[in-house]
T-cell receptor, first 107, second 112 residues
Framework: GIQVEQSPPDLILQEGANSTLRCNFS?????LQWFHQNPWGQLINLFY???GTKQNGRLSATTVATERYSLLYISSSQTTDSGVYFC?????????FGEGTQLTVNP | DTEVTQTPKHLVMGMTNKKSLKCEQH?????MYWYKQKAKKPPELMFV???????INESVPSRFSPECPNSSLLNLHLHALQPEDSALYLC???????????FGPGTRLLVL
């Protein structure tokens, strides 16, 4: 079956700090997405990144498909970055989420 | 526009009630999904509709009954739920297959 593992489970930062979140996924995963879930529960698409590197403002992501991992980089973190970050892998029509990284950014 | 809307935002129901959750998208997507998310856990897939036909049912109890009246709408009919069914119910849509899924804001359900 599909396996998606995220680390770390929790991360506390001071505003302005940088961070790296990691996602390992199994062979059956074909594509990868990163989401941010805000405190109100809304899942916001960050990246659809089966391979390579993408950047969007202070966020960037890299997926190395041959080694089955993806990294999400957050630079110059802000309090509004707080929430849960999920990576999710697709296999067929199934999207399977990792357990998430709970990020808290303190002012 | 990448918006998926869900109503209601919050729902409280008794174990003998019948209620429905609604989801709508106007992105021309051909696949729609229901997920269930318990507190401090990731979303879990419940159902997948592709071209208005149910393609995946992840062994969900029959007290949850999905319906796809047309390509833009997805309903989840609820009947005789249990308190453990209390959760955030998320709807999503995509172009299908392994394409990007876009999520609605969810319905927070409390079963008393």
């Amino acid at each position: 079956g599909i396996q998606v593992e995220q680390s770390p489970p929790d991360l506390i930062l001071q505003e302005g700090a940088n961070s790296t979140l990691r996602c390992n996924f199994s062979d059956s995963v074909n594509n990868l997405q990163w989401f941010h879930q805000n405190p109100w529960g809304q899942l916001i698409n960050l990246f659809y990144i089966p391979s390579g590197t993408k950047q969007n403002g202070r966020l960037s992501a890299t997926t190395v498909a041959t080694e089955r991992y993806s990294l999400l980089y957050i630079s110059s973190s802000q309090t509004t970055d707080s929430g849960v970050y999920f990576c999710a892998g697709t296999s067929g029509s199934r999207l399977t989420f990792g357990e998430g990284t709970q990020l808290t950014v303190n002012p | 526009d990448t918006e998926v809307t869900q109503t209601p935002k919050h729902l409280v129901m008794g174990m003998t009630n019948k209620k429905s959750l609604k989801c709508e998208q106007h992105m021309g997507h051909r696949a729609m999904y229901w997920y269930k998310q318990k507190a401090k856990k990731p979303p879990e897939l419940m159902f997948v509709y592709s071209y208005e036909k149910l393609s995946i049912n992840e062994s969900v109890p029959s007290r949850f009954s999905p319906e796809c009246p047309n390509s833009s709408l997805l309903n989840l009919h609820l009947h005789a739920l249990q308190p453990e069914d209390s959760a955030l119910y998320l709807c999503a849509s995509s172009q299908g297959g392994e394409e990007t899924q876009y999520f609605g804001p969810g319905t927070r359900l409390l079963v008393l």
